[in-house]
């Protein structure tokens, strides 16, 4: 099932529970999506291209052989858009870099092909209600 990050308003209160149970919960919620056909193809894609290539929807699209309209069709048919698949990777990416290999928030920006450093907080913030570094110290004793 393809989580759907934008859409969930249901947020983890780490401060209601303990600290290991709260990070498998962020885990699990950043866990990479389970998806088949199109959407697998982009998932993998997407993740070969972390750190080192362009994320953008032009990008992955030619990569695939598609056009990028042809790429949002076939998505849009499985009810889920690149957006949504490109956040997930992301997300799950993010928590990785922060926690377990400690790049610095510049870097996980750069990595993440967002456009700076505010743009990944933000994005952070949205799928976790905790900016960048407060998840840092809360969960880095943990790993």
Do not use: C
Not at 6 to 33: F, H, T
Not at 34 to 41: F, K, S
């Amino acid at each position: 099932m393809i989580t759907k990050l934008n859409a969930q308003q249901e947020y983890i209160e780490p401060e209601k529970m303990d600290g290991a149970e709260a990070l498998d919960q962020y885990l699990e919620k950043a866990r990479l999506p389970d998806a088949i056909g199109v959407p697998a193809r982009v998932v993998e894609v997407l993740t070969s291209r972390i750190g080192h290539a362009p994320l953008s929807i032009s990008h992955i699209a030619e990569e695939l052989n598609f056009s990028k309209r042809t790429l949002q069709r076939r998505l849009q048919k499985q009810e889920v858009s690149f957006a949504e698949l490109r956040d997930q990777v992301r997300f799950h990416y993010s928590i990785d870099y922060l926690i377990r290999q400690h790049m610095s928030i510049d870097n996980i920006s750069a990595a993440l092909d967002f456009s700076d450093r505010t743009s990944f907080t933000n994005a952070f913030k949205r799928w976790t209600n905790l900016s960048p570094s407060t998840f840092r110290k809360l969960f880095r004793d943990y790993v």
